[in-house]
């Protein structure tokens, strides 16, 4: 704690506090090494937050279209894969984090990381249609059938009320 207090990290805090408050550590500044970052190891909570942020509009589009919204996060995750590789081929980089500019054009950015929180949202709603759906769809078939018993019991037992009620008027 004392070597951080010291370094030159601790001033950078001062002045770009806030883009760790926006969750926008792993845009803003960010140099070749990494070196002046507040708090380096947060970067992984800008991401969470934004794909937390896009995740909404993606199930939106699910329940408007089950296609379309399928379609948008399987391109995510296609999207990442095609980023991924013209970045690695652009900057020359190889898999081995022990690169300093690894760090910065692919494992910090969001661009590059989405495509597992996307798989975890795919089998999310795979899950929920194998699961949920027939769940639900059994408990209201359940619901109607009573319903309709009590109905059917309602009208036999009015039916007799009509029958004894003309049985006594005759």
């Known amino acids: 704690w004392h070597a951080y207090q010291h370094s030159d990290a601790l001033t950078f805090c001062y002045e770009y506090w806030w883009v760790n408050m926006l969750f926008l550590n792993?845009?803003?500044p960010w140099d070749v090494a990494g070196a002046t970052t507040c708090?380096?190891?947060?970067?992984?909570?800008a991401d969470d937050m934004q794909f937390f942020i896009i995740t909404p509009p993606l199930l939106a589009a699910y329940i408007y279209s089950k296609r379309v919204g399928t379609a948008l996060v399987v391109s995510l995750i296609l999207l990442t894969i095609i980023s991924t590789a013209y970045i690695s081929n652009k900057f020359s980089l190889s898999?081995?984090?022990a690169d300093a500019d690894y760090n910065v054009y692919l494992y910090a950015t969001p661009w590059c990381r989405v495509a597992p929180y996307a798989c975890g949202i795919l089998l999310g709603l795979v899950w929920y249609e194998n699961h949920q759906v027939p769940?639900?769809?059994?408990?209201a078939k359940r619901k109607s059938d009573e319903s309709g018993a009590k109905a059917d019991a309602e009208a036999e037992a009015e039916a007799e009320q009509d029958l004894d009620a003309k049985a006594e008027s005759e």
Do not use: I, K, R
């Not at 708090?39 to 909570?45: C, D, I, N, P, S």
């Open 26 to 28: 792993n845009f803003l």
């Open 39 to 45: 708090v380096g190891w947060t970067w992984y909570l």
């Open 95 to 97: 898999c081995s984090n």
């Open 135 to 139: 769940a639900m769809q059994a408990e």
